[in-house]
């Protein structure tokens, strides 16, 4: 059974989302702040972390930034702040999602069934991408070119190992959400922008593999 940890400080939205994830056959632990998850964590190991933002004591993007450092464990956000700041920055700490509240517990619950999805996909996929002089291991989840190793997140690595698998070819932003989230994705196409500058950071001056804009439209690698 996956278990799901919810960290959520308002007891009526706990309650609430560890019910209704219960009832769709999830083992949920419920905290209502960040120091219970990390001795949880640490115990007994998670599946997948929805973390609120605002908390008492560490908030949501400190508590991803202590867990990233020793897991990859796949975590959406949730937040009452709408603002470009936390939705940047939370991918940018590696969140793997991230929803504003109000939400319903079912579209929390096609969020998570899409990383699970996803996850299952990845553990049986095997091989390399390769493109001028990058490579992606997709069983290791990193990226080479040459003897340099880049770390990318998650969500940079199925970007580009999306994009490499179809180079030449152009995808509209809400295409590459669809890509890389897993789902039709109703969020912001903004989210792709970030990504790609991310990735464009860490290709730029290390290898030849350049992702183009493709005006009006989207982005391309180059064939
Ligand atoms: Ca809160």
Redesign the pocket.
Known sequence: MRQIHVV???KGVRELLVRYLEHEGYRVFPHADGEGLLAAIAQQGADLIVL?I??PGLDGLELCKRIRAKHQTPIIFVS?RSEEFDRILGIELGGDDYLVKPFSPRELLARIRAIFRRIEQQVAEQGTANHLDLTLDFAARIARVGTLTLELTNKEFELLKFLLENKGRAFTREQLLTAVWGYSYLGDSRSVDDLVRRIRKKLDGVSQVEVATVWGYGYRVNA
């Open positions: 959520e400080d308002e609120d605002m908390l009452a």
